[in-house]
T-cell receptor, first 115, second 110 residues
């Protein structure tokens, strides 16, 4: 149980375009989802906390107008990278909180490359 | 602030060697502690966890004990395999936030 999926797993886009990444909890409901960014050979950096039906809470230094987060249902959160630039190229990982202890389950990640 | 420190590596071991990856934490409250593993090109997988002092988490031959007195959660395995090659992240969860350590890269050679 407690499976989180992400789509797409890899995406290449041109500079200036927008990209949407989906995060789904497949067998449980998640009122809270989290979005992380991971740079090569680095740890994960929390970008924002996404709550179903309300606005996301962004960490300091993360541009909310650039990284749009929508948590429209209890099983789906989306991250849209708007007007992408090469420096946005990274590995984006989501997690969903669930289970009796409220632990976080991580998705497999999405590799974004902006050319 | 709350933080996690771990040896960054890379760590290179021969197959069947003993593994220890040190992890220490600083927290204002009483966190839960986790070890996650990331295989090349993949996301994170929960390896083991401990929710309170003196708890021991174990999975796939890996173990870690929550030591409140030393604020540590060291990861150990008695005999590593080539398939254990990955990056290992120590993490604490406090008030819903996950704080990761920098990760330790492990390479196991035959």
């Amino acid at each position: 149980g407690a499976v989180v999926s992400q789509h797409p797993s890899r995406v290449i886009c041109k500079s200036g375009t927008s990209v949407k990444i989906e995060c789904r909890s497949l067998d449980f409901q998640a009122t809270t989802m989290f979005w992380y960014r991971q740079f090569p050979k680095k740890s994960l950096m929390l970008m924002a906390t996404s709550n179903e039906g309300s606005k996301a809470t962004y960490e300091q230094g993360v541009e909310k107008d650039k990284f749009l987060i929508n948590h429209a249902s209890l099983t789906l959160s989306t991250l849209t990278v708007t007007s992408a630039h090469p420096e946005d190229s990274s590995f984006y990982i989501c997690s969903a909180r669930g289970g009796s202890l409220g632990e976080q389950y991580f998705g497999p990640g999405t590799r974004l490359t902006v050319t | 602030g709350d933080s996690v420190t771990q040896m960054e590596g890379p760590v290179t071991l021969s197959e069947e060697a003993f593994l220890t990856i040190n992890c220490t934490y600083t927290a204002t409250g009483y966190p839960s502690l986790f070890w996650y593993v990331q295989y090349p090109g993949e996301g994170l997988q929960l390896l083991l966890k401990a929710t309170k002092a003196d708890d021991k988490g174990s999975n796939k031959g890996f173990e870690a004990t929550y030591r409140k007195e030393t604020t540590s959660f060291h990861l150990e395995k008695g005999s590593v395999q080539v398939s254990d090659s990955a990056v290992y992240f120590c993490a604490l969860v406090l008030y819903d936030k996950v704080i990761f350590g920098p990760g330790t890269s492990l390479s196991v050679i035959p």
